[in-house]
């Protein structure tokens, strides 16, 4: 019998993430730090819209695109969040989550041999998406002294004849780095010079701690060479309810919205009528959790440099990124070990990428009690290594 199963998906490695949440599931008394998901309750009124529209009965597909209404919200409130003006009719999408959003994208834009340059450490999904493409993932190595931002350098110097797509990933996963207006500009005068497209996956916008967030589409001469994308699982805490969303220029869009139409249909009904409410009457929500986010931040962020951790302070997302490279120990290693002697699950820096080496990634979208608990639990194996 000849072999079923594609050779291109046999040679994607599973996700690194999932290893460490999946032994903790079978753990007693094990804490884990590792995901991404916020331990706060989807806000009330996010809910209570959800419930309302079962009880009316609103459990029909939607358009392939979404929600006329939702759309409508998502274009108001990015225009009063970001400056930025997207058409609800042409130029927007609702997707299953964020993730959908990322490989449409992909899929509408490459052609078979196309570069597209990732810098990492980075989400996950961003390497896998482009070579079920049939892109050629090119990786930049961030740099700890550089608050692992993208510098204009380092896009130049990574750009060949076969780039066409640049993923710009901040606020960033795994390591909470932002990019400010000023970085932005410098890479935008490099993608126009070299006539690269940009994805920017902004999920994390709203979870900033230093300045308001800046989307790169905002910026002279972008918003027609980039595909914007967001969702609600992390601001609004909506993980399970599957909702994301894309802009692009019209005739972007319609191509994604094929690939959409076919694959997906439309995303969930309910999840749309629910994200709503969640566009239109729930700033003072985002601000709560985004206040107690911050709270853990600087917790975390004194409680690894007291405990002699090289850790640069993040201003994006819900993680922290420290160094462990002084105990001598792969990142991998580091995580397995302390899982198995403290309970505990942190996620190797390796999971996202090469240069994750010597890092571990730690989510704070958990309870401070439970953070304090995990912590003192981390300080204890430290300083059983260092002796």
């Known amino acids: 019998m000849r072999d079923i199963v594609n050779h291109t998906i046999t040679k994607i490695k599973p996700s690194g993430i999932r290893k460490f949440f999946d032994i903790v599931n079978e753990m007693d008394d094990a804490i884990s730090l590792g995901v991404g998901e916020p331990d706060f309750d989807t806000p009330w009124r996010i809910r209570d819209e959800a419930i309302y529209s079962l009880e009316q009965g609103r459990t029909f597909y939607t358009s392939n695109s979404g929600l006329m209404e939702l759309k409508v919200g998502i274009s108001e409130w990015l ?25 449409v994208a992909l899929r509408a834009m490459l052609d078979p041999g196309d570069e597209v340059i990732i810098p990492q450490p980075s989400y996950v999904s961003y390497e896998p998406c482009t070579i079920l493409a049939d892109g050629v993932p090119v990786t930049i190595d961030l740099k700890e002294e550089d608050e692992f931002r993208l510098t204009a350098e380092e896009l130049e110097n990574a750009i060949t004849p076969k780039s066409k797509v640049l993923i710009l990933p901040y606020p960033n996963n795994p390591t909470g780095a932002i990019m400010e207006k000023e970085d932005l500009e410098a890479i935008a005068e490099v993608v126009e010079r070299h006539d690269l497209f940009v994805l920017t996956d902004e999920i994390y916008s709203e979870l900033t701690y230093k300045e308001k967030h800046v989307s790169i589409a905002s910026l002279p001469g972008m918003r027609d060479r980039t595909v914007y994308i967001n969702g609600f699982s992390k601001a609004f805490a909506m993980t399970g309810w599957r909702l994301g969303y894309a802009c692009a220029p019209e005739r972007l869009l319609k191509e994604m919205l094929k690939i959409h139409q076919f694959a997906i249909m439309c995303a969930p009904t309910t999840s749309q009528y629910a994200a709503v409410e969640a566009v239109r009457n729930c700033d003072d929500e985002i601000e709560k959790m985004r206040e107690e986010y911050n709270g853990r931040r600087r917790y975390l962020l004194k409680r690894f440099r007291d405990m002699g951790l090289d850790c640069f302070e993040p201003y994006g997302a819900f993680y922290i990124f420290p160094s462990i490279k002084k105990l001598g120990m792969t990142s ?20 996202f990428g090469d240069s994750g080496e010597g890092f571990i990634r730690i989510s704070y979208a958990y309870s401070l009690d439970d953070l304090k608990v995990a912590v003192d639990r981390i300080q204890e194996y430290i300083e059983e290594k260092l002796g």
């Open 332 to 351: 991998d290693e580091f995580a397995t070990d302390l899982l198995k002697k403290k309970k505990v699950a942190v996620v190797p820096g390796t999971a």
């Open 79 to 103: 225009e009063r969040k970001y400056g930025l003006v997207y058409s609800p009719k042409s130029e927007m999408m609702i997707t299953v989550g964020g993730s959908e959003a990322i490989d």
